[in-house]
């Protein structure tokens, strides 16, 4: 929960009521509440000037509005500069305050009010919502607007909350050879001498002002089949987009048609782009009609596997369903950012298992999202899912991975409760009832109740308001051959009394034959199951069959022992995969050794034919061997996976595996005879057969040889400097550098990242976890205190999974009770916000549980 120490909300109530004897800081929800309650019938006609290298944008804009009462408003406009001002005709002296332009009771007018500005807007590489991006290989350029969550203040003067949507027309005027792009199709394009064009973008319908966006500069587009979406490239890329990107097109055309259907409601706008951008900050950010996704995530760096398609399919439809569920019926507020997120994802999935059934969704779903949930759910740190933001300033922590994870984690539960067909009604009605408006997350919860004909009360607050998560523990005992006596009892894994409704299939497993299956409903503490005449004794038992339900489910110690035993020999893919997954929970909660796990993982990886299953298997036995085990049981572990990883990349029978075992090998090579292959495999004496390396695959080994203070590792990184010399190319160095076991590199990255503002935010970012190589603890140790201190100063500037990114690189870069207790100790101390507060709890959580798991098992 979050609570402000100042209130401000006060202050914002003294002030509208009379004039505004002093601006807020931010958007105070008050400020909005009332702004929504006195506006309405928006339009922003805006245009803006772009022109090459210049540090700012010169904009023009016209804003009207209708004003319930008479009284003076607030525009919200920080950062850029204001050149002039008008209201209803009559020019104004307005002085920026705190964010704010205060527009006087005495020019304004009840009704129609016209203001006009003119003002600029900076453009640079980082920390500004409109983005330069250098591009070294051609040396062209191009500009960005990305505004979410309340950033379209800092490029011109508006009403910067998501309740009041307005409707935009765009002028932009940019250089002839430009491509524009925003979240309309062009109206008309205009010559403005001979070097530039104006071009004007269609009305919009109303959008809050964080979907409205723009991206200019040589860009091409990727030529289409009608009715398929556009997809934009950067002019150096678009060959290579030829030839990788149109798969993105024919998902988003085949993902658009299905969730039409689905929702019973048509693409809510009038086209769809997509952008492909260098480095944006996000994965994909879903403007109006007008989706940017990264073009990493689409154009991929290293050769991807199979897996890594699919997940690129399931942003495109992310960003896609976020036209509906977001663009369409936006959330009141950032309090309720899970219901545009959490559907995004929960409806990525969903579609991507009706476009492709063959393909294991719900194994991917589980993989990708609940290990992301479970990993916050169960620290400190962790929130409800819906979160008070009393201001707007901080609707920024509301992003992570209780949104993204857990918000879709407890709707495949919702939808397991109600029925699908239920589920998917609910979702029409909530769609049809708020179509370009905006809702709140009990809207949702009552379109439910309406379908259903179920009361949902209890579960929404157990689910929605409340944080944390059960861990479900089963007991069991036979007879003979007869199952006697089986019951399962449910706590709250922080520690408070909540009971939380739960809905989950329980299998008993046999060796010999199929599991039994069983629907279980545990609403109290604990459940007795009654009716166990005749059932044969299991083997053991897993409590969330098929990932129905949220929560820890650890295996009791006797189906452990079986499982431990004989999970070489469970064929269902889902269910060894949730298994494995139960075992890596009992490791992280000190119950299961990770010398065990290890021994089991290096016993059935060879044989591990799943691509995702053998590559999470690989991930968690690195993260044992660097943090959990002592350096004698690392040594005596390291050169078996070496080996293993080595034999695998050459000769699993699969593609994708053996990408998976090449990528393995790059993160557990130690030994100089497990480097010495990273050496070989760089200069062509190895190969990855059927592979064709990609720059960052190259990069990836580089670093990993920096890191190791490989004595040829500077020759290396020199001789890989020389060889790829791309924009990318820059960007891999200045990563792979970072990763230098030398205090002296070390104290030169650390002021770049917080004092070189030309640094672009990404190539931080990426090399966060070079800079906190697992092994360098010692070097990196000195920088964690600063790295604390720097959180306010990181908060404000950048964008919003760079904190979460910081704090995790820094605190995870060091394994010892030592700097375990210098990061409580600086929580302890005072002054820290509130916010911050949770996020240091959430990211120091891996120290403690590495902490408690040294202590537990000394080998
Ligand atoms: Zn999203």
Known sequence: MHIRIIPVSLIVVTALSVSFAESPRGIPRDLARHRAAQISNVRYRLAFAL??????????????????????????????????????????????????????????RPGENTISIRFAAAIAAAGK?????????????????????????????????????????????APVSWTVISNTPIQSATPVGREQTRTRFAETPPIPTYLFAFAAGPFRQLSAAPGTPALYVRKSKFGRAQAEAPEVQQIAARGSQYLSSFFAAPFPFSKYDMVLIPGLAYGGMEHAGATFLREESVLFRAAPTHSDLLNRDILVLHELTHQWFGDLVTMRWFDDLWLKEGFAQYMAYQTLAALEPKENVWKRFYESIKPDAY?????????????????????????????????????????????????????RLYLKEHAYGNAEWND?????????????????????????????????????????????????????????????QLGLNYTNREPVLMRVDLNTKALKVPDLNKTECPSFIFANEDDYAYGRFLLDPRSREVVVRELGETRDLFRRTLLWGSLWDSVRDSELAPRAYLA???????????????????????????????????????????????????????????????RGLGALAETSEGLGRLKEILNGRLSVPGVELRALDRWNLVTALLGHGDPEAGAIFTAEKQRDQTGDGQKYAYVAEAARPDSAIKRRYFEDFLHNPARPEDWIEQSLFAFNY????????????????????????????????????????????????????????????????????????????????RRQFSN
């Open 129 to 173: 919502p409109l983005t330069r991006f250098e591009d070294h290989d051609d040396n062209s350029e191009y500009i960005y607007s990305l505004f979410v969550p309340m950033d379209a203040s800092m490029a011109f003067p508006c009403f910067d909350q998501p309740d009041l949507k307005g409707r935009f027309t765009l002028d932009l005027t």
């Open 51 to 108: 022109s090459p290298q210049a540090a700012t944008a010169s904009g023009e804009e016209e804003l009207r509005f209708d004003l319930k009462t008479w009284e003076s408003v607030l525009l919200d406009f920080r950062d850029g500069r204001l050149l002039s001002a008008s209201a209803n005709g009559v020019a104004l002296a307005l002085k920026p305050e705190n964010g704010h332009l205060e527009l006087p009771m005495e020019r304004l």
């Open 600 to 662: 089991l993982a290096l016993r059935l990886l060879p044989a591990e034919t799943d691509e995702t299953l053998a590559r999470s298997l690989v991930s968690h036995s690195a993260t044992a061997l660097h943090r959990y085990v002592s350096p004698t049981t690392r040594s005596e572990f390291v050169p078996q996976f070496e080996a293993l990883s080595a034999d695998r990349m050459s000769r699993s029978s699969g593609l994708d595996l053996r990408i998976v075992w090449f």
């Open 774 to 853: 697992w092994n360098q603890s010692e070097l990196t140790a000195p920088y964690l205190k600063n790295a604390l201190e720097a959180l306010p100063h990181i908060k404000d500037d950048r964008k919003i999974f760079f904190l979460m990114n910081w704090l995790t690189a820094f605190i995870e870069g060091q394994q010892s009770s030592a700097a375990d207790a210098e990061v409580h100790a600086y929580l302890d101390s005072s002054g820290i916000d509130d916010d911050l507060r949770l996020k240091i709890l959430q990211a120091v959580d891996e120290l403690d549980r590495t902490v408690a798991i």
């Open 444 to 504: 949702l919860i009552q379109a439910f109740e309406r379908i259903s004909g179920k009361a949902l009360d209890t579960w929404a607050e157990m689910w929605i308001r409340h944080r944390g998560m059960p861990q479900l523990d089963v007991s069991w005992s036979c007879q003979g051959n007869q199952l006697s006596e089986l019951s399962l009892s449910q706590h709250d894994v922080l520690g408070s009394a909540d009971v939380w409704p739960l809905a989950m």
């Open 375 to 427: 990993a916050i759910d169960s620290t400190k740190g962790t929130t409800p899912i819906y979160q008070e933001i009393p201001n707007l300033e901080d609707a920024k922590s509301a992003y992570g991975a209780i949104v993204y994870s857990k918000a879709p984690a407890v709707l495949k539960q919702l939808a397991f409760v109600l029925g699908d067909d239920k589920f998917r009604d609910a979702l």
